[in-house]
């Protein structure tokens, strides 16, 4: 069964602001979800998107991870392993 294609709308509800868009070309860009419609959905944003780099036209819509940590380490949450107690 396939997932709901989420919309612009529906990623700012959940608190996001940035998304990140990623070519094949391995080049990727932040961009903020107040500059795009509402009622884009990630479908058609992933089929529109063009590579500013190399041109090509597609891209992978993905959360903006750096975004994402910098949310989480202001909670106090860090992704650095922690040395086992000894013992």
Not at 27 to 37: E, F, G, I, P
Request: proline share 6%; charged share 25%; with cysteine.
């Amino acid at each position: 069964m396939k997932g709901r294609d989420p919309t612009v709308a529906d990623w700012i509800a959940e608190g996001m602001a940035t998304i990140a868009l990623h070519c094949a070309c391995g080049r990727y860009a932040t961009v903020k979800l107040s500059d795009l419609q509402p009622t884009m959905r990630r479908s058609r944003l992933g089929r529109n998107a063009r590579c500013a780099a190399c041109g090509k036209q597609g891209a992978q819509v993905m959360r903006d991870m750096d975004a994402h940590y910098e949310a989480m380490a202001a909670t106090g949450w860090s992704c650095e392993p922690k040395p086992r107690p000894s013992g």
